[in-house]
């Protein structure tokens, strides 16, 4: 492939060699590399159930070892709110007023979310903001008709020159109205930090955001601090990352070629939440929470749900003490029969690790190098929630290549549903992922993990997209609970569906998990 000058520069400015866009232009024509799914997991094949008892030992657990623990919460807030108000935009463009009412434009659109977003107008947690900006330009707002009130709401809400919630990230956006103030989604981590990501008083908290909004999050940060620290009576260490420029990807089109802007430069795009591994990989604790900017409760309902999360983090102290003492026994090689029979129903009982068929037959040497490197990795522990909807992506025994077979969480678009076997394997599943996540990343010997050595890059996704008119073929990383963790040693836990309240449209603010109680 030949590369102008120019193109090496670009290419260079980005941390990347013309052979690492050579690889992505083979990954991109290649296609997807589907995932092979065995079965489903379910409670007592892969996924764990807790028992109220085992519950309330797991959270004693967790808090007589809490302070001797090195941890931070890790939270992804780089994407923009725009798809958060998706059927709002389309109201703005599509809405013919003076012409038809409110609910004449629902019926003829299928847009039923706009009723329920005007019913409930009033619960939102920015709706007095929205209004005192509305009334700076309409004195009598009050006046007009209830149709015109209502797209005036909406523009004050969207339009760049007024409020402009759509540009900002979710982590900024108005979440919560208390009767003293409305909190962000951003200020809501905090609390959660206070409550579980916490050792003798301090909390750790980073976030992943853009670089366009660093400013606007440090604004916030300094607004909420003091406040913050009194009432959770915790002081805090905030960090912020950026997307790192090496993990941009290209795109081809539909000819195979690179895509490339007007002016002839490559077009470079985020490659997805699997980048953020880098940001991962570069923090110093032992252990990271790993939960979503949107899944967050109001502070009346916090307890219930950061319990789960002590739950899960107790968890993993115990496996990991347990893989630690292991490994420093097979350090030591004065091993016999019953102390690899030991290991081996460890790690296939409790790390749900399905032993090669020719482990048996091996010399105890080469047993003892296998148990050593299936042990000596991070570990995660992950909460999963029982599927009461649609089923999709969640957890999933994965058949590699080599005929291994391994726990995984599988995103819906590295399924091929068009194979029957694979279509029923999913409608079968009980569970999905909520994206709830605690992570051991140190080594029985206190060392951190190169995260980047327990990657499946096979497991990359090929997108569809549109730049400028024109179908391209993206390339987004394996993703970061996907692909990016696929050599990891994983154990699910069954937790309650009111530990997931995320929020993908708007509308979601109006669910009682976001609803303060009067």
Not at 41 to 67: C, H, M, P, V, W
Not at 69 to 93: C, D, E, H, Y
Not at 148 to 171: A, H, I, W
Not at 372 to 397: A, H, Q, S, T, Y
């Amino acid at each position: 492939m030949m590369f102008s000058e120019k193109d090496k520069l670009q290419i260079k400015s980005h941390g990347l060699t013309t052979d690492a866009i050579e690889a992505q232009v083979t990954s991109i024509k290649s296609g997807m590399v589907y995932s092979n799914l065995k079965e489903a997991a379910t409670i007592g094949n892969g996924i764990l159930k807790i028992g109220n008892t085992q519950a309330s030992y797991y959270i004693k657990l967790f808090e007589a070892k809490r302070d001797a623990i090195s941890m931070v919460k890790f939270v992804p807030a780089s994407g923009a709110a725009t798809r958060m108000f998706k059927f709002l935009f389309q109201f703005l463009n599509d809405y013919r007023l003076n012409h038809e009412s409110i609910e004449d434009y629902a019926k003829r659109t299928g847009n039923k979310d706009i009723i329920e977003f005007f019913n409930e107008l009033e619960k939102l947690p920015f709706y007095e903001l929205v209004i005192k900006k509305i009334l700076e330009k309409i004195s009598n707002y009050d006046e007009i008709s209830y149709d015109e009130r209502c797209v005036e709401f909406v523009k004050t809400m969207l339009d760049e020159e007024q409020l402009n919630y759509s540009f900002y990230p979710k982590g900024l956006l108005p979440f919560h109205k208390y009767k003293t103030h409305v909190a962000t989604a951003f200020e809501e981590h905090f609390f959660e930090a206070a409550f579980y990501a916490s050792s003798n008083k301090l909390a750790n908290l980073h976030l992943t955001i853009s670089n366009v909004h660093q400013e606007n999050f440090q604004k916030e940060l300094n607004h909420i601090i003091k406040d913050v620290e009194c009432k959770t009576e915790h002081k805090f260490n905030i960090s912020f990352s950026n997307q790192k420029s090496v993990t941009d990807t290209i795109a081809l089109t539909s000819d195979n070629e690179i895509y490339r802007e007007q002016d002839g430069s490559i077009l470079f795009r985020p490659s997805g939440h699997g980048a953020l591994l880098e940001n991962l990989n570069d923090l110093d604790y032992g252990f990271i929470f790993i939960k979503n900017i949107d899944n967050l409760v109001v502070n009346d309902q916090l307890e219930e749900v950061c319990n789960y999360k002590k739950i899960l983090a107790a968890i993993l102290l115990e496996v990991q003490e347990q893989v630690f003492k292991f490994l420093k026994l097979l350090d030591n090689g004065n091993l016999d029969d019953n102390d690899i029979h030991a290991v081996t129903k460890f790690i296939t009982k409790t790390l749900n690790i399905v032993i090669a068929p020719d482990f048996e037959f091996s010399s105890l040497e080469s047993k003892i190098f296998y148990l050593k490197d299936k042990l000596n990795r991070p570990i995660r522990v992950c909460g999963m929630v029982k599927n009461e909807g649609e089923p999709g992506g969640g957890p999933f025994w994965v058949t590699d290549s080599d005929g291994a077979v391994s726990l995984q969480i599988i995103e819906f678009a590295q399924i091929d549903i068009s194979k029957s076997d694979q279509k029923s394997i999913i409608e079968s599943a009980t569970h999905f992922n909520p994206t709830d996540l605690v992570c051991g990343v140190k080594n029985y010997r206190g060392e951190p993990f190169n995260l980047m050595d327990y990657v499946d890059h096979k497991a990359a996704f090929i997108t569809d997209k549109t730049q400028a008119g024109t179908h391209i073929k993206a390339l987004e990383l394996p993703g970061l609970w996907n692909g990016s963790m696929a050599y990891w040693n994983s154990i699910f836990v069954e937790v309650p569906l009111n530990t997931f309240n995320p929020v993908k449209t708007v509308n979601d603010l109006l669910r009682s998990s976001h609803q303060v109680k009067q």
